[in-house]
């Protein structure tokens, strides 16, 4: 069983900034794929940005190229998604999720654990 728990969601003005941070007691954290979605009210999942275990190879969403970071530190057990230039389309439950095996998919399947969520709203 792998525990996930986000933090750092809050209610932000359009072209702020946030840092949400993922957090894991599970001792093998560094081999594993971590991945950020988000889902906005009446809409499905999406991939929001994926980062490998050793947080050398990332990937985006074309809507958050540029705004948004994704980076790890092994050592912490964390993975943050540091958001910047808000807008509010960005507003939704952000969740992290773990990949036991695979690289960092952008497919939300190929993700074996996922945390309870943190609600980002971003007000115009």
């Known amino acids: 069983q792998v525990q996930l728990v986000e933090s750092g969601g809050g209610l932000v003005q359009a072209g702020g900034s946030l840092r949400l941070s993922c957090t894991t007691a599970?001792?093998?954290?560094?081999?594993?794929?971590m991945g950020w979605f988000r889902q906005a009210p009446g809409k499905e999942r999406e991939f929001v940005a994926a980062v490998s275990w050793g947080g050398g190879s990332t990937n985006y969403a074309d809507s958050v190229k540029g705004r948004f970071t994704i980076s790890r530190d092994n050592a912490k057990n964390t993975v943050y998604l540091q958001m910047n230039s808000l807008k509010p389309e960005d507003t939704a439950v952000y969740y992290c999720?773990?990949?036991?095996?695979?690289?960092?998919?952008?497919?939300?399947?190929?993700?074996?654990?996922w945390g309870q969520g943190t609600q980002v709203t971003v007000s115009s």
């Open positions: 999720a773990a990949d036991l095996t695979g690289p960092g998919s952008s497919n939300a399947g190929r993700y074996d654990y």
């Open positions: 599970r001792r093998t954290f560094s081999t594993h794929a």
